[in-house]
């Protein structure tokens, strides 16, 4: 991997892998670049098409599908009254009837008035009939916190779509993956979940001309070290990357492993890694209990046990519903210093006892 | 509708002798749910169908009488309650019972069981065990076809109990807002469980509220599978016009138990019988036998041909193997996987 980071260069855009030969990169955003693969996607298949609350007049409650309506009209582009059950259902239905709908759901937590669906057939059809009824259903939701949207907005419960087998779960932290997952999630004959972090959607960066394809199946090393594993996926990878360079400043090596799919989770890159630095610090904005991140410690001892030099760290969100005071909030996310500290205390240095 | 207008499916009931036949296949597609049942019964009791398992004896009428009015291109949403639609829809017995007994010849590879019927190459779409669960994906069946321009029906059967669920008003909603060719049939039988309609919605008269969304709706007599019929192929051919979500409230019974675990306290023997009076199998065989349409040897003659057909499902699902366990994890994600560029 030929990842490097630069501090300036802004939080993700910075963590692109650099091609220095590759012809005119273009400046975007996560949102345009999210946007830009449906319209491809739109494009390059008449069975394709989307659907969800506001994806049409409105453009999308973060605008990520402003202009599709204009495009390709509103029988592809489809506003769904206030009805997450019955839309995400309508998809499903329709996915099985040979189309390739994308629906869309405003934020994490209204898909619950949906989990039904999603879990109920949407995971559990093509078993439960023996194999006949695959489900290749594209769903889209926002994630994560960091906005002051308070309780019932800012949730990370990608980790409970993750617990269920039938689903692929992605979390697309970079530019390149905002680009390029979704033409592999729409061929995939399966449902699949992305998980769009909220604090990206403006995150600007370079784009190369010709990204290339995504690698669904594997992690991505976003920045080699020797000295400590960071693992980590969407919205905290920013954070990882930084604390990776306030530990280089003091020579420690931090390599930073993006999950990108949160199942199935890629258990060779994560414990090559571990593997190579001995030291492992899980980076997660779910609430520890029962996280993803508790999952990743719990898998690497069961297969790294005598690879570790130090107990597994975990830095997540504390276990509170997201205040709104931006000052709380801060608090109860992951930020950068703590997983410094985590990254040190693996290390034998002295730091603050987890929380 | 016009009454001239040819039938798209069953028989054509235009000549006389045609029309009898036709009554007396409406008796056979019933009469196999019904014998079908009694047998399930059986092997419940000998513990060789084992789950939940909810029986549709009453009820049959509905299930043979809407099957007439779609098409093989048509599709079918069902409940946990699905022996009748499936057999109806043309599921053969044998593939039901060897699901019921968890074999790998099962419609469902043993996967499934009693609530969790599904065969796709009859468009048979389950078998659905979450009350209203399978609304919103008829809904999306039909918007399929919608926009790819395909003539075609998809039929949800769902029950009293389903009309309480948000998943039916937000499809009920969604469905008629799009135009969406769906045939809604509410099986009223009276009880959610142990729960009497009048105990679980403030308005009974379910086809009433579901004219409330913008759809065609009304009710029909349940216990009568020529009023069902002639309802199903006006409400079909009300969706296939292009006229949206058709409703229909079957008002129907079931004569057994919600299931085989519930002792079927809520309710009065009297209710229960004076509903049987209804049957609507023996209904239509009276009406038959009646009109000289249906002789005394003719119905042991059909008799023994389900009883036969039923001991050759039987028989088949014993002999049937099952499905090995190192099979365990298939189907929980697709063989082939494309996500590889
Ligand atoms: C969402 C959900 N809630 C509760 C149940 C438990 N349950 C199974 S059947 C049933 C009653 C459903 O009644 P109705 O829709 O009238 O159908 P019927 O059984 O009468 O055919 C209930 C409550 C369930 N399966 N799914
Ligand atoms: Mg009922």
Known sequence: MTTTHSRTAGPAGSSEPTAPAAPAARKTTYREAMREAMREAMRADERVFLMGEDVGRYGGCFGVSLGLLEEFGPERVRDAPLSESAFVGTGIGAALAGLRPIVEIMTVNFSLLALDQILNNAATLLHMSGGQLPVPLVIRMTTGAGRQLAAQHSHSLENWYAHIPGLRVLAPATLTDARCVLAPALADPDPVLIFEHGSLYNVSGDLPADPGPVDLDHAAVRRPGTDVSLITYGGSLPKALAAADDLAADGIGAEVVDLRTLRPLDDATVGGSVARTHRAVVVDEGWRTGSLAAEISARLTEQHFYDLDAPVERVCSAEVPMPYARRLEQAALPQADAITAAARRTLGEVGEEPG | ?341
Not at chain 2, 94 to 110: D, L, N, Q, Y
Not at chain 2, 195 to 203: D, I, M, N
Not at chain 2, 325 to 336: A, F, Q, R
Request: hydrophobic share 40%; net charge negative; charged share 30%.
């Open chain 2, 1 to 341: 509708m016009s009454a001239t207008r040819t039938p798209r499916t069953g028989r054509p009931t235009s000549r006389p002798g045609r029309a009898a036949a036709h009554r007396l296949a409406l008796l056979e597609s019933m009469l196999r749910v019904r014998r079908f049942e009694e047998r399930c019964v059986e092997l419940y009791s000998a513990a060789r169908i084992r789950g939940f398992m909810h029986l549709y004896i009453g009820e049959e009428a509905v299930a043979a009488g809407v099957n007439e009015a779609l098409t093989d291109e048509d599709a079918v949403v069902s409940t946990y309650r699905e022996h009748g639609h499936a057999l109806a829809r043309g599921v053969p017995a044998e593939a039901i019972m060897a699901e019921m007994f968890g074999k790998v010849t099962g419609c469902s590879r043993g996967r499934g069981g009693s609530m969790h019927l599904f065969d796709v190459s009859r468009r048979f779409y389950g078998g659905n065990a979450i009350v209203g669960g399978g609304l919103p994906l008829a809904a999306g069946l039909a918007l399929a076809d919608r926009m790819t321009d395909r003539d075609r029906v998809t039929c949800c059967f769902f029950g009293d109990g389903a009309f309480a669920e948000g998943e039916f008003h937000e499809t009920a909603n969604l469905a008629a807002l799009w135009g969406l060719p769906l045939l809604l049939v509410c099986e009223n039988n009276l009880y959610a469980m142990g729960t009497a309609l009048a105990r679980h919605q403030a308005q009974t008269d379910l086809a009433l509220r579901a004219a409330g969304y913008g759809m065609v709706a009304w009710a029909v007599d349940g216990m009568d599978v020529l009023a069902v019929e002639e309802a199903a192929r006006r409400a079909a051919e009300g969706v296939r016009a292009g006229g949206g979500p058709h409703f229909l409230e079957m008002r129907t019974y079931r004569f057994r138990a919600h299931s085989m675990y519930d002792s079927d306290r809520y309710r009065d023997k009297t209710e229960i019988e004076q509903w049987k009076e209804r049957d609507p199998v023996e209904g239509l065989a009276r009406r038959l036998r009646e009109a000289g349409e249906l002789s005394d040897e003719a119905r042991t003659a059909l008799e023994d041909r389900l009883a036969a057909e039923i001991d050759a499902a039987v028989r088949a699902a014993d002999q049937a193997p099952e499905e090995p366990i190192e099979d365990l994890l298939k189907y929980v994600t697709s063989p082939v996987k494309a996500s590889r560029p």
